[in-house]
Every structure is written in structure tokens, then in C-alpha cells.
């Protein structure tokens, strides 16, 4: 045989090799099972961002979780796999330890499995389907008890889930992480949403070429994009004070049968939101288990009529424009007035002729505040509530803030005049009346509040640049208030209930619920707004109930609440009784 | 003189290696055209060396090449895996930290809140 030949058949058997192998891949290696276990190989997803409290504590933080999918025609016994899934593919609300003991949980817990297992066999006995999702964010432990079953034809997929250590706190606040339309994790309500678009970071991007065992060819086209985390959030929440200001608002809402109820606190000199509760609430890690109605902040989304607690407002634009003094005499305060075919009379109906508007606030007398009104009159009143912040939105950093309803001027009447300086025909939301009352308390200066102080992007600290404020009243305006202020506390009717030996300033409301064109008598929306100490704030805080059914009355029932609360902040701070 | 064919075949043993060999030993003449060939076979022979030896290593590269990828999916697993255990004892640490659970823990060994305000 020449040497030609012998290189022939040396390249035949090469060849013949190659093809062989390449059928191999082609045809009988396990190329197909391994690409349907990745959704998106091509996509790495960025691990989104925490929120942390003001000592870096996270309030939101991500926990390592799973999504478990399954390959029906692979899967040979279907009934039994979906019999083993079920408990384990429950919501989690049945998992917990108050769970167990709680009877209607248990026996809902058995219609769920039993639901649950209907549904999975649905999926996984349909041979049509070549990939079926079972469930998303399924925990590590749920995992490994699956993998332990050994059933073929199922798969997991990394999908961490959003975990709040502190459960329901701040929840309102916070917000909570659902999917949007493509299933990607999305920020919604509170800093969730506000923020999402920096606290969900930057997918990246692995080897598209990889060999049949999955690996990467490290080809001259080769290149991977590392995901970008997302950045941080570093917020001004003071944990031990949110924690305080729940318990206490919790045993408050219940004390008082209110149908809700919100405390907001913030630092007067900074804007900064110290603690901002609502209770009932709900656990952002399993919002789909609430109402949907509690997911909205009621701080800022609520609005309602701001009652005797506005009464500051109109007083304190007076004193600015030096149209009364605390010691000024009201002169049609001796019995109800008739003002625009309406009578105005006291809350108690009880009448004190020649008062000080001294008096005037610490009766909450809204004759008096008439009074006020007419001195001010349609262009300085509405001036004044306007440069309080009031019928626009006061810039917090949270989703779903209300502007409030103020009228436009040409609609207002000679009434309307007189109803609004005692806090009736117009709506504010909580977060304003705090916002303004904190005007008062920081010399006249109306900062903006906020609750992210910085964010932490890689590790480099990016702090937010602090409201500078707006001087809307002049400081001894704001001096002569307080002192107006801190008179109402201590001879007006919620005097019993104030810490002993410190000066605390504030006012209550108590408002009616608007219905159909007329005041509801039996629902009140009552609340208490101040701060403390009256000489150097250190907070400021409202407490607003709706519609409290021990008693109507903010004096009752939000100025107890507010010097329970108040009284935990001067032991947590630190702050000594004035005299 | 050489006759036209002597020429001619001159001529062809100048171009042709194996002919110009053969004309050497026929005419016993030494020609100055034998050392040029032997440089030019070298070379070939070099570069034939060079071209496999480079074929060589790139097979041999190409192949350690495919087992890197199988070496980077390790790393990247390793560091995968550091970075869950990272994020599950961040997750615990702030489970176990949570003033909801230290509450109950210490209403469970009996704490009390201070009735009176308490000041330095």
C-alpha cells in the first residue's frame, strides 16, 4: 500500500471521529435538559439595595429564596410530587410559629394544602407544558426539604426575596417589593417605590457561549457584565423610637376603639422623620395577605379636616403680621356669632367674654379664632396657609403623597374665611400639619421633611443635602405661639395626662368626618399635634385617631397618647424636666 | 563553445535543483548556485518547523483554554456561595437583633418599662 493511501484512510478516521462525535452532541448527549434549566442564562440579576434605620440596623434587607419549576413529561408520578409539594408551597403565613396554635389557621392551613395540591397536579400532569412555574421565592429550607424528596423533573432557580427583620414595623413607610410585568422585582408604596429605580441596581450579563456541560468558552467574544447591587438607603428612622411609638399607638387604637391611627415625629430643626406609625398594618414581606387598602401611608396619602389643631396656624400668621398680640382682647367672644347665615359657636358651648388670645387657644375657641380671622382677612389668611405648605405636597420622599384640597381663592366665601381659621373647610394630610407646627417650633422656619439622609452605593457614602427652610413666620412670632401653645397644655383639658416639670407645647383637634354635604355627629377625627421641650424642640409629633369611640375628643384620647409617647422620648433622649 | 543544446540545458540545471545536481556530476563543473539551494531548503524546513510547532501550541492552548471555563465556573461558584452564606447570616443576625424579638425576650425574663421618667 503506497503512503498516499495509509495518509487517506488516517484522514477518514479523523473525519469519520469528528462526525461521530458531533452526532453525539447533536443527538444523544444531555444538552437539552441542561438549557431548560436556565430562564435567562444571558441575565444575572442585581441583588437589590437594603433601607437601614438611622443606626444602620436594616429595615428591609434581602434573604436567600427560590423559585421551583417543574418539567412535567419528565416528572412519573404526578399525584405523588404534587401530595409532597403542597405543604411545602403554602403561603407562609401558615408556617409561622402562631400559626400552629391558632385553630381557624390550622384548619385554613388544611384548605390551602388541599388547594395547593390540586393546583400543582394541574401543572405538573399536563404533558403539553414543557416548563411549568410551581412557585416563586419559595425559602432555602423549603428547598432542601424538596431536593430531599428526590423527584425528577423539578427544578430551582435563585429568586431572592425581600426580608424585613422587624416584620409589620414602619410598613407604610417602608413599602413593599412585588413583581411587575415581566416578574421582575419592583418597588411599590412608601421608600420601596419612591426609591426602586436605585434601589433595584443594574442586571448583568454572563457568557452566552457555553460548552454542552454548561460551561463558559472562554472565546475572543467572551465577556461578562458583573451586576451592579443596588444602592442603600440610610434613612433618619430611629428604630428604638418607631418600635416605642407602635407599641404605644397599638394599645392606643385599641384603648380607644379608633378605626385607625397614626403618629408622625419628626426633628424640627432638620425635617428629618424620626418615626412615622400607623396601626393597622401589615407585613410588607407577605402584602398579598392584606387588604390592599392598608398599603397606602395614611401620613401623607390621608386627608381630612385638621379641626383646632389649624387654629396655630391662623393664629401664629397673625401674630407675625402684628394684627394681635397673646395678650389681645377678643371682643365678640362673649356668645355664638352669625357669620354668612351660619352659626358659630364654642365646641362646649361655653363663652368667655374678653379672652386673650391667649385664652382664645387654650379654650379652643373657634369665636375667638373668628375673631382672628376677620383681623386677617381673605388675601392674608390664604397667604398664610399657603406659605405653611398647605394645598401642595410638602416634598417627602415617599410615594403616594397628597397635595390636600385648599379651595381656590375667588371660591372662597365670608364663612369660609371664618370656618378655616378653626381648621373646617379645607383638608390637610398629617405629614403637613407636623411640617407646619414644626415651623413653629424651629423659629419660623418651614423645612421640608425627609427620610433618606444618604444612600451607600459600593460602599462610598453619598449624604443628601439638607433643606435650608423657608422663613414663613418671624421667630418672636414663633416664640409668642409657643408660649401660646405651652398655656394650652397646661390649663387646657388634656393638662392631667402631661409628664410632670416639662414644658411641652400643643394643641388638640377634634374634627368632624364630612358626609354627604354635612358633619357625621357621631364621627370624629381627633388628634393632638406639639413639641417638646417648648424651649428647645427636640421633636415634634402628631397623634391622630379616626373615629375613636371611647371618646370623641383629641384632649381624650390623641393628647394621652402623645404624653405616653412623649414621656418614653425624654427617657430615651435623655431630656431633664424643665422645673 | 557550447553547442545550442549544451545551452539550453545549462540553462534548465540553473533553475531546477535536481537537474543543476545531475549537471554538476555530468560536467564536473562547480557551480556557484550550490550553496544558495541548500540555504533555501533550511529555511523551508524552519518555517515548516515554526508552523507546526505554532499549530502545537495553539492545540495545546485551545485545550487548556476549554478547561478554563470549567475553572472560572468553579471560582464564580465559590464566590456564589460565600455570597449566600454572607447574605444568610446578615439576614439572621438582624432576625435575632430585631427589637420585636429582644422585646419578648426580655418581657419573658421579666423587664418592665420605668414608670418615671429617668434622667441624668
Known amino acids: 500500500m503506497s503512503r498516499l493511501k495509509v495518509l487517506l484512510i488516517i484522514f477518514i478516521l479523523i473525519a469519520v471521529t469528528i ?12 444538552v437539552e435538559k441542561r438549557t431548560i434549566s436556565d430562564i435567562n442564562p444571558d441575565e444575572i440579576p442585581a441583588p437589590r439595595g437594603e433601607i437601614l434605620s438611622r443606626d444602620s440596623y436594616p429595615l428591609a434587607t434581602n434573604q436567600e429564596a427560590y423559585l421551583i419549576y417543574a418539567t412535567p413529561k419528565v416528572i412519573k408520578d404526578p399525584a405523588g410530587a404534587a401530595k409532597k409539594l403542597a405543604p411545602l408551597l403554602i403561603p407562609e403565613k401558615f ?4 400559626a400552629s396554635a391558632n385553630p381557624d389557621l390550622i384548619s385554613q392551613k388544611e384548605q390551602a394544602v388541599e388547594a395547593q395540591q390540586k393546583n400543582i397536579m394541574s401543572k405538573i400532569s399536563n404533558n403539553d407544558l414543557y416548563w411549568v412555574l410551581l412557585k416563586r421565592k419559595i425559602t432555602a429550607q423549603a428547598k432542601s426539604q424538596i ?3 428526590d423527584i425528577a423533573g423539578l427544578g430551582f432557580e435563585r429568586d431572592d426575596k425581600r426580608y424585613y427583620p422587624e416584620a409589620s414595623m414602619a410598613a407604610q ?3 413593599f417589593v412585588g413583581s411587575d410585568k415581566f416578574g421582575n422585582d419592583t418597588g411599590y408604596f412608601g421608600l420601596e417605590g419612591y426609591y426602586n429605580s436605585i434601589l433595584r441596581g443594574k442586571a448583568g450579563h454572563g457568557a452566552n457561549t457555553l460548552d454542552p456541560k454548561g460551561y463558559p468558552i472562554l472565546t475572543s467574544k467572551f465577556k461578562t457584565t458583573p451586576p451592579q447591587k443596588g444602592s442603600s438607603l440610610i434613612t433618619t428612622i430611629d428604630r428604638p423610637i418607631q418600635f416605642i411609638v407602635e407599641d404605644a399607638l397599638e394599645k392606643a387604637v ?49 386627608t381630612y379636616e385638621p379641626g383646632s389643631t389649624f387654629k396655630v396656624v391662623t393664629m401664629s400668621s397673625a401674630l407675625d403680621l402684628n394684627l394681635v398680640t397673646p395678650t389681645t382682647k377678643c371682643t365678640t367672644c362673649s356668645g355664638p356669632r352669625e357669620i354668612g347665615g351660619y352659626e358659630i359657636s364654642t365646641w362646649n358651648k361655653k363663652y368667655y367674654p374678653n379672652s386673650t388670645m391667649t385664652d382664645v387657644i387654650a379654650h379652643s375657641d373657634n369665636v375667638g379664632m373668628t375673631f382672628v380671622s376677620e383681623k386677617l382677612g381673605l388675601d392674608r389668611l390664604y397667604s398664610a396657609i399657603t406659605k405653611f405648605g398647605f394645598g401642595k405636597l410638602t416634598g417627602i420622599d415617599l410615594e403616594e403623597e397628597s397635595p390636600g384640597v385648599v379651595r381656590n381663592k375667588p371660591d372662597w366665601h365670608q364663612i369660609d374665611i371664618a370656618t378655616a381659621s378653626f381648621g373646617q373647610g379645607l383638608a390637610v394630610t398629617p405629614i403637613q400639619i407636623v411640617q407646619a407646627v414644626g415651623a413653629i417650633a424651629n423659629g419660623g422656619k418651614l423645612i421640608s421633611p425627609k427620610i433618606v439622609s444618604a444612600t451607600v452605593t459600593n460602599g462610598k457614602v453619598e449624604n443628601y443635602p439638607q433643606d435650608q427652610g423657608t422663613q414663613v413666620i418671624s421667630q418672636k412670632a414663633a416664640t409668642q405661639m409657643t408660649e401660646m401653645m405651652v398655656g394650652a397644655v397646661d390649663n387646657g383639658e388634656a393638662k392631667a395626662f402631661k409628664p410632670k416639670g416639662y414644658r411641652i407645647a400643643g394643641k388638640t383637634g377634634t374634627a368632624q368626618v364630612p358626609l354627604a354635604g354635612h358633619y357625621d355627629p357621631n364621627k370624629t377625627i381627633a388628634s393632638f399635634v406639639g413639641f417638646a421641650p417648648a424651649q428647645n424642640p427636640k421633636f415634634v409629633m402628631l397623634v391622630r385617631f379616626t373615629e375613636p369611640t371611647s371618646s370623641q375628643f383629641g384632649s381624650e384620647t390623641a393628647a394621652p397618647t402623645f404624653f405616653t409617647i412623649a414621656r418614653e422620648l425624654f427617657n430615651y433622649y435623655g431630656i431633664p424636666a424643665d422645673h | 563553445m557550447l553547442s545550442v543544446t ?30 544558495l539551494g541548500k540555504v533555501k531548503i533550511k529555511i523551508l524546513l524552519l518555517l515548516t518547523l515554526a508552523l507546526a510547532g505554532l499549530l502545537s501550541a495553539q492545540l495545546v492552548f485551545a485545550a487548556n483554554l476549554s478547561t478554563d471555563g470549567q475553572t472560572l465556573t468553579s471560582v464564580e461558584r465559590e464566590i456564589g456561595n460565600q455570597e449566600t452564606k454572607n447574605l444568610d447570616l446578615r439576614w439572621k443576625i438582624a432576625e435575632v ?7 419578648q425576650k426580655a418581657q419573658k425574663l421579666g423587664f418592665v418599662t420605668p414608670e418615671k421618667i429617668i434622667t441624668p
Open chain 1, 19 to 30: 462526525l461521530a462525535r458531533l452526532f453525539y452532541w447533536q443527538f444523544l448527549s444531555d
Open chain 1, 254 to 302: 385599641e384603648k380607644y376603639g379608633a378605626k385607625d391611627g397614626t403618629v408622625v415625629i419628626l426633628d424640627p430643626k432638620t425635617g428629618h422623620v424620626v418615626a412615622m406609625a400607623t396601626y393597622p398594618s401589615y407585613n410588607p414581606a407577605t402584602f398579598s395577605e392584606y387588604e390592599p387598602g392598608l398599603y397606602k401611608n395614611p401620613a401623607v396619602a390621608d
Open chain 1, 147 to 149: 431536593e430531599s424528596f
Open chain 1, 95 to 98: 408556617s409561622t410559629i402562631s
Open chain 2, 6 to 35: 549544451d545551452f539550453k540545458y545549462k540553462t534548465n540545471c540553473y533553475n531546477n535543483y535536481n537537474a543543476h545536481k545531475r549537471y554538476q556530476h555530468v560536467q564536473n563543473v562547480n557551480i556557484p548556485w550550490e550553496s
Open chain 1, 173 to 175: 413607610l417602608l413599602g
Open chain 2, 97 to 103: 437583633s430585631s427589637l420585636t424579638n429582644l422585646s
